[in-house]
């Protein structure tokens, strides 16, 4: 492969980390609101918005992996990425019918496709060219996903929510003159250009893929049945459950920040999705780099914990201060979210040797938390309120605390994926 085949080639699969993470952050930070109130949803049912998303890396990260392992790389990003555009394609009947469960559907479908490029795009891009320069590759490709994260909320404000939030007194007057359909029609109907681009955007990269040089790379798994049964390895299986509550408490974070910076901080939607979550998120991405060049000075498992203190502080001041007060101290929660989740992989994964591709299948399967929590928290503001509702993450930080101290020897990491 030329040199100028390489850098399209990781251009390529560079642009599968900003999609992933597109839909990822579409999904917690504007679905969960916009579909709450166009299908007229409690806080639990639009939770199930995340357990549509995230179920899907439980069930099929394993399918992934066999897929690619017949078929190579190229033909699974190809094949998820297929799998996105129909996702996408099937929000405009959903949005016609306006029927929650068909969301749910595309959603599954979308995150299927999601989950198959997750499975691809790290490794892929890990041996695309020289083996010294894996380390810049990756990490360029991971700073795409969490610029992603920062304006995927904003593209959604401006172009999903409408701003238009009516009191239970209004809607009931909506009713009584025979309009209360034609409202949630046009809230629905809010999302089918959106996803129409999205998955028009995904179908023409997909064909790129499909037509680009890339190189298929061939790995070789030979000593990969040796070492006895992965479920042996107890730092691992702290490590899945470390994913579980950090996925958990990130999807349930950004799924109802919204609902909380207008309920607790008198923000108006437009202003939570376009503002707040625009500057949380861009911390987000900071945070990643940041953590990155600490973690020269600070072992991974040190800067994990103080990350995990900081986080537990913020959760307690946003429960105890008022107003807007609580939603800033809210915002600096994904800045030292930021490096959890390629620390967490990584500490997981580290000395297992023959054993890591299966380890990792592990952890990817972890990720099924954020369909988890996400409805627990909406439980918990539907009977008691937001406020509380937004404690519940602290147990997810408590752990990976206890996590990193496990792993506190630990002084160097190799890169791994993103999320």
Not at 111 to 134: K, Q
Not at 142 to 161: D, K
Not at 241 to 268: C, D, H, K, M, R
Not at 307 to 328: D, E, K, R, W
Request: glycine content about 8%; charged content about 10%.
């Amino acid at each position: 492969m030329t040199k100028k085949n390489g850098i399209y080639a990781v251009a390529l699969i560079t642009s599968l980390f900003f999609l992933w993470g597109i839909a990822l952050n579409l999904n917690s930070d504007i679905l969960v609101p916009h579909l709450k109130k166009a299908c007229q949803l409690s806080f639990r049912q639009s939770g199930l918005v995340d357990s549509a998303f995230y179920i899907a890396y439980f069930t099929i990260a394993i399918p992934a992996g066999a897929f690619m392992h017949k078929f190579g790389y190229k033909k699974g990003i190809v094949f998820g990425l297929m799998l996105f555009a129909v996702g996408a394609f099937l929000f405009y009947p959903a949005a016609q019918a306006r029927v929650y469960i068909f969301f749910l559907i595309s959603l599954f479908i979308l995150a299927s496709g999601c989950c198959f490029l997750e499975t691809a795009a790290n490794p892929y891009i890990n041996n695309l060219g020289d083996p010294h320069g894996a380390t810049q590759r990756i990490n360029f490709a991971q700073s795409f996903n969490g610029l992603a994260a920062s304006i995927a909320p904003y593209l959604g404000g401006e172009f999903i929510l409408s701003g238009k939030n009516l009191s239970q007194a209004q809607l009931t007057d909506l009713a009584h003159h025979g309009q209360l359909d034609a409202y949630l029609q046009s809230e629905s109907d809010a999302v089918k250009i959106p996803y129409l681009i999205i998955g028009l955007v995904v179908l023409c990269v997909a064909i790129l893929v499909w037509r680009a040089d890339l190189p298929d790379i061939k790995e070789h798994n030979d000593n990969e049945i040796e070492g006895g049964s992965i479920f042996k390895e107890k730092n691992l299986l702290f490590g899945v459950l470390g994913i579980f509550f950090y996925v958990g408490a990130q999807a349930g974070f950004q799924s109802y920040f919204i609902f909380f910076s207008e309920n607790i901080g008198g923000f108006s939607e437009k202003t939570s999705s376009k503002v707040l979550i625009f500057l949380a998120f861009l911390g987000f991405m900071v945070g990643r780099f940041t953590g990155t060049y600490l973690m020269k000075f600070i072992s991974p498992a040190k800067l994990l914990m103080t990350y995990c203190i900081i986080n537990i502080s913020l959760l307690l001041l946003a429960f105890t201060l008022p107003g807007s007060i609580a939603v800033f101290a809210l915002m600096g929660v994904p800045f030292f979210m930021s490096i959890m989740f390629p620390t967490i992989f990584s500490l997981s994964i580290h000395g297992l040797g023959a054993k890591t591709k299966r380890g990792a299948s592990l952890l990817v399967m972890g990720i099924v938390g954020g369909a988890v929590l996400p409805p627990i928290i909406g439980l918990v503001t539907d009977v008691v309120n937001i406020r509380v509702a937004y404690l519940i993450p602290i147990i997810s930080f408590a752990y990976i605390f206890y996590f990193a101290l496990r792993n506190i020897k630990v002084k160097e990491l190799e890169t791994v994926v993103a999320h």
